[in-house]
Nanobody, 115 residues
Framework: QVQLVESGGGLVQPGGSLRLSCAAS????????MGWYRQAPGKQRELVAA???????NYADSVKGRFTISRDNAKNTVYLQMNSLKPEDTAVYYC?????????WGQGTQVTVSS
């Protein structure tokens, strides 16, 4: 079992920044990739950024150059640094951890970008 606890969401003005954190616990040895997904009302859940156990990263085209995913293995935590936020970034952001058998999900954290 893997447990994911997210934090860092909130309300920010356009152009502002937020940093999301996702702390993993449990059978963390089984995780080979982690990522951030987001879901806006009426939209499908989409991948925002992902990082593998080897450190490779992938980003949605819409966030390239603005968002950065990183990890701190000592803290079993992944981060999503979000800069130059836009209203269209408004969504519930979910942390994901992938194992060979199952995906685990955090509870979601709301990010609202509005003036």
């Amino acid at each position: 079992q893997v447990q994911l606890v997210e934090s860092g969401g909130g309300l920010v003005q356009p152009g502002g920044s937020l940093r999301l954190s996702c702390a993993a616990s449990g059978s963390i040895f089984s995780i080979y990739a982690m990522g951030w997904y987001r879901q806006a009302p009426g939209k499908q859940r989409e991948l925002v950024a992902a990082i593998t156990s080897g450190g490779s990263t992938n980003y949605a085209d819409s966030v390239k150059g603005r968002f950065t995913i990183s990890r701190d293995n000592a803290k079993n935590t992944v981060y999503l640094q979000m800069n130059s936020l836009k209203p269209e970034d408004t969504a519930v952001y979910y942390c994901n951890a992938r194992t060979a058998k199952v995906d685990y999900w955090g509870q979601g954290t709301q990010v609202t970008v509005s003036s």
